[in-house]
């Protein structure tokens, strides 16, 4: 598994949401973006303090948020 050290969550920044390194660039901005169909070059100019790695640890994040999970069913 990838190491997600680049994705903070603070309470008194952006109302807790998931952000890039406790900058005011949320997870799901860089998400909504790429899903736009902007390229990585053209997020890193729009946000120069971002770094090629915060956007791979924003796709990390949202991979592991999303991980399926096995729930065991009661049996009747």
């Known amino acids: 598994m990838v190491k997600i050290d680049r994705i903070t969550l603070d309470p008194a920044v952006m ?3 998931p952000c890039v390194r406790g900058l005011r660039v949320t997870v799901s901005t860089v998400l909504g973006l790429l899903a736009s169909g902007h390229t990585k070059p053209e997020i890193l100019t729009a946000y120069p303090y971002l770094e090629s790695e ?4 924003c796709l990390a994040y949202a991979a592991w948020r ?3 999970r096995e729930i065991s069913l009661a049996t009747v």
Do not use: A, T, V, Y
Request: a negative charge; aromatic letters at 0%; proline letters at 0%.
């Open 54 to 57: 915060d956007i791979d640890q």
């Open 66 to 68: 999303l991980q399926e």
């Open 15 to 17: 109302g807790g949401k």
